[in-house]
């Protein structure tokens, strides 16, 4: 019996990883995908987007979305019970894709298809890492010392031995594959230097690919036939040895809004509050009066971008739900306040 191949995509907060599924699976070629989506927060905003683009080759009954935590640490309780269902389809997928949170070790995911249930049924055929050029460029989440020492003495909320890079290096260092989004944002000089700083990372042979907007032939990605979970034990992490991690430094919360007069305001807002609050991530939907498709909003630091992207559906609530992340110790209410929303439960 073939065993069914999995891609795993990892990523940091932002660097595109939902772009990237819907570009994959608007480009199947008559692969049958399904996905598995890891959401950090309680809105299913990535599901939703990639329910969005309504194609064929993932219906939605093929897109599951664990949102009960990180997924490097929900494995037995959710993570394996899903690949069992999938598995157990009469029709199984062609490929499954998994998406992981910003914050979860690919290790310990890649370990689960070593499982009997999994083993002799599905294989990981690779682990891609979608890294931000643009925000690597910026010195934000880099490797780099002299940029990682200068973001930091311009951030006094930082915390010297925060884990964000151990869990970026990490990343890398069990990818197959590295793309290199957002690539068309940077200059060809800086870019360079970039590549360079990713080279010291990853494992010799591992090809870094620059990508916009995460478009990529599906079969560069797919179809790497690595089966990882057979050499995962030969790939470093800073965690190795340890029973399980948590992810102490980072908070997220959720903020309803209800609906919008106009979404200006909350904009203007929003930008206020990741200078004031140095917010990772913020992403959701807003409902605007008067117009009758949803707004999609995601920042990553200080860069916002919103789209419309589809109509509210007949049985949707037309209300406003944003996804706050940062690092612990965020002022809820404040930031709640500048975005005119009411307290959060702590």
């Known amino acids: 019996m073939n065993k069914i191949p999995a891609t795993v995509i ?21 692969r049958r995908i399904a996905l598995v ?17 309504g194609d064929e080759a993932c219906p939605d009954d093929d897109i599951i979305e664990l949102a009960n935590g990180c997924i490097c640490c929900t494995v037995a309780d959710d993570f394996l019970p899903t690949m069992q269902r999938l598995l157990d389809r009469p029709v199984p997928p062609d490929h499954i894709i998994i998406e992981t949170s910003g914050l979860a070790l690919p290790k310990p995911l890649v370990k689960a298809f070593q499982w009997p249930g999994i083993r002799t049924r599905a294989t990981v055929d690779g ?7 643009d925000a690597l460029a910026a010195g934000r989440f880099a490797h780099d010392e002299a940029a990682l020492a200068a973001a930091r003495a311009a951030d006094p909320t930082l915390d010297h031995d925060s884990p964000i890079e151990e869990l970026f290096e990490d990343q890398l260092a069990c990818a197959d594959l590295v793309l290199l989004n ?6 060809a000089a800086r870019l360079e230097e970039v590549e360079d700083g990713l080279r010291q990372e990853i494992r010799s042979g591992v090809s870094i690919v620059r990508t916009s907007m995460g478009r990529i032939d599906p079969a560069a990605l797919l179809g790497i036939d690595a089966a990882v979970e057979d050499q995962i034990d030969g790939r470093p992490s800073h965690h190795d040895g340890e029973e399980d991690h948590d992810h102490d430094d980072f908070d997220s919360f959720v903020l309803d809004l209800g609906e919008l007069d106009s979404a200006e305001p909350l904009l203007a807002a929003l930008n ?4 004031e609050h140095d917010l990772l991530r913020v992403k959701g939907f807003l409902a605007v009066r008067g117009r009758p498709a949803r707004l999609v909003l995601q920042s990553v630091g200080p860069r916002v971008q919103h789209h419309y992207d589809r109509a509210w559906q007949p ?17 809820r209410n404040a930031i709640a306040a500048m975005l005119g929303a009411g307290p959060v439960p702590a």
Request: hydrophobic share 45%; proline share 0%.
């Open 315 to 331: 049985d949707e609530q037309r209300a406003s739900r944003l996804v706050i992340i940062g690092q612990s110790g965020l002022d």
């Open 272 to 275: 206020r509050a990741i200078a």
């Open 37 to 53: 989506i890891n959401e950090f927060g309680d809105v299913g905003v990535d599901g939703a987007l990639v329910k969005g683009c």
């Open 10 to 30: 990892t990523g940091f907060l932002g660097a595109g990883k939902t772009t990237l599924i819907r570009h994959l699976i608007e480009n199947a070629g008559g």
């Open 182 to 187: 957002k690539a068309d944002l940077v200059d």
């Open 127 to 133: 682990v891609v890492a979608l890294v931000d050029a």
